[in-house]
């Protein structure tokens, strides 16, 4: 069975010594990011803070490094990908809980709504204020129904008020865009602890007409259980630590940012919609949890690239089935750097996996294609391939003006170029012979042996 809600995970997590107590006082503003920080620098536990100057604790960090995420998935290095590519092609619908969900235990409307009563941490010194940085939206398409999971962050503007931001090529933003055309108010909720394999599924990419709950259901291998939220229609997870219900006022925007964010620079602040919180319901005895994002490799980065290999890779092996794998690296942001193994069936083809994987949802900068022999995930052995499998005049071409990454530094005003580099050994062509020496691996060699 998997995990049934963050608690259980929790659980797992201190049972295998994963899960660390911090129980002295402990400042929101900033300590809480120095304390991830370090804790990530270390490859360390997740973080349990129960003095938080609140009525609640705060976990952070459960994500933190990639020995958690594999925990979370139940999964090793090997089984990985097929795990989750097996979860996004067996998708599960969600059922409805029966009788009052544990996301409501405490229903808070009206006067009783206030944000700021949440440990929420500020991050980096130069961020706009607190920042929701883990928290999962629901919303959906205003027309069809159809609704969309994904991470997105929320500055705290007051009790009732939080700052939105959303990229115009993701879903909860194209939702608010859509209501926004057709003169609607668009309803929507942050929803804060949710079980592992729901948090992760909002990363996998989709098209625009999934039912993200299917997806959850699929990495899961279980239905997600959902409520009705208190304040308007929308499903939430029912064993969620807090739902915070909302709707998008487009009309009064107000500053948003600066943030740290996921490229390891700030986005300046800038006039952005505003959250307008309609209900605040949690269980007893919540958990906040919050998440360190900035320059790489944060929780951000664990919990795109699992889902997002996966999707690319699912993707582009529907066109190019000699695609053995593809990485995309964590020190581009997991955005802007992909490397993708093939063996080419044509003179030609490298090129156009590349083409391929520029036009995907990622926008990457930079798309290297080597052969399977290459170990993607070693960045000596690519930079290898393109030290001596490269013409560069032949291999390596810039498409310009292609749509930047949305919170990209460095851009032309929304777009940038990409560069290809086809690092496969020319088609058809002898190609000198690698030279290894055989058998090394089996060399009885006394003192490194146990390496
Ligand atoms: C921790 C975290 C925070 C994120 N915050 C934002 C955000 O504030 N705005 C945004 O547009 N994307 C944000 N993203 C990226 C989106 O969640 C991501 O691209 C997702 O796939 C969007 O899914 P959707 O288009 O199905 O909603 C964040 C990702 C992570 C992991």
Not at 242 to 256: L, S
Not at 311 to 336: E, H, K, M, W, Y
Request: charged content about 20%; hydrophobic content about 40%.
């Amino acid at each position: 069975m998997p995990y049934q809600d963050l608690r259980a995970f929790l659980t797992a997590l201190r049972n295998a010594g994963e899960l660390v107590d911090i129980a002295r006082p402990i400042a929101l503003k900033y300590d809480i990011a120095k304390a991830l920080a370090k804790a990530s620098s270390v490859q360390g536990p997740a973080l349990m803070f129960t003095e938080t100057g609140t009525d609640f604790p705060l976990v952070a960090g459960v994500y933190g490094n990639r020995r958690l995420a594999l925990l979370a998935f139940e999964a090793t290095e090997q089984t990985i990908h097929d795990k989750v590519l097996k979860g996004i092609n067996n998708q599960i619908g969600p059922v409805d809980f029966k009788g009052t969900p544990p996301c409501q235990e405490v229903v808070l409307t009206g006067d009783a709504v206030d944000v700021t009563k949440l440990p929420v941490p500020t991050y980096s010194p130069k961020d706009g204020g607190a920042y929701i940085t883990a928290g999962i939206v629901v919303s959906e398409n205003p027309e069809t129904g159809i609704p969309d999971i994904g991470n997105y962050r929320f500055q705290i503007l007051g009790p009732k008020e939080m700052g939105v931001f959303s990229a115009s090529n993701h879903r909860f933003g194209k939702n608010i865009a859509h209501a926004t055309e057709m003169g609607k108010e668009l309803h929507a909720a942050v929803v804060i602890g949710v079980d592992p394999m729901t948090m992760f599924s909002c990363q996998v990419q989709s098209s625009d007409a999934t039912n993200d709950w299917f997806v959850a259901g699929g990495l899961r291998g279980a239905p997600v259980e959902l409520a009705k939220a208190v304040s308007n229609d929308l499903k939430v997870p029912a064993h969620a630590e807090i739902v915070i219900e909302f709707t998008v006022d487009t009309k009064t925007q107000k500053m948003e940012g600066p943030l740290g964010e996921y490229t390891g620079y700030y986005t300046a602040a800038s006039p952005k919609p505003v959250a307008r919180i309609t209900a605040i319901t949690h269980r007893k005895g919540a958990i906040f949890q919050g998440l360190l994002t900035g320059k790489p490799i944060t929780e951000n980065h664990v919990l795109k690239q699992i889902p997002f290999e996966a999707s690319v890779l699912r993707q582009l092996q529907a066109q190019f089935p000699t695609i053995s794998d593809l990485s995309i690296n964590s020190s581009g942001g997991v955005q802007t750097y992909v490397v993708i193994a093939m063996k080419p069936r044509y003179e030609g083809e490298a090129r156009h996996a590349i083409l391929a994987a520029m036009a995907s949802n990622l926008h990457p900068k930079w798309v290297v294609v080597v052969e399977p022999d290459i170990d993607i995930r070693n960045s000596a052995e690519v930079e290898w391939a393109q030290s001596f499998r490269v013409k560069p005049r032949e291999d390596v071409f810039v498409v310009d003006r292609t749509a930047t990454a949305p919170l990209d530094p460095y851009t032309d005003g929304g777009y940038s170029s990409s560069v290809g580099v086809d690092a496969t050994r020319p088609f058809g062509v002898e190609f000198p012979e690698v030279s290894e020496v055989p058998g090394w691996r089996d060399f009885d060699l006394p003192e490194i042996n146990k390496g």
